[in-house]
């Protein structure tokens, strides 16, 4: 399977100033690849490169952002909790179909 990037916004190239689209793989691994002078780089996650790159991104909080987890219980939650109705999973729920796959 091919790795999944997500695209984080533009940053001006470390190189040309050109900007470029910083992307970020499922490690966390920060790459960068410019059309104007080819350079290409990339930083993995936690390193001093990755964190100036995410500097630079504009302030606008980036599509691929997770929202803010609801505060979890102390406790988890009982069993016998009513359950929400389940809706059928049939071929035409794309959204349901990549849920599955991403559970493994
Ligand atoms: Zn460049």
Do not use: Y
Request: proline share 14%; aromatic share 4%; with cysteine.
């Amino acid at each position: 399977m091919a790795a999944v990037k997500t695209k984080l916004g533009r940053i001006p190239c470390d190189c040309c100033g050109h900007p470029v689209v910083l992307k970020e793989n499922e490690a966390g691994t920060l790459t960068v690849s410019c059309d104007e002078c080819d350079v290409s780089a990339f930083a993995k996650k936690g390193t001093a490169a990755a964190t100036k790159w995410r500097a630079k991104l504009p302030a606008q909080a980036p599509e691929s952002v997770p929202k803010a987890p609801a505060p979890a219980p102390a406790a988890p939650a009982p069993v016998e909790q009513p359950k929400a109705p389940k809706k059928p999973a049939t071929p035409f729920d794309p959204l349901g179909f990549l849920n599955k796959g991403k559970a493994a």
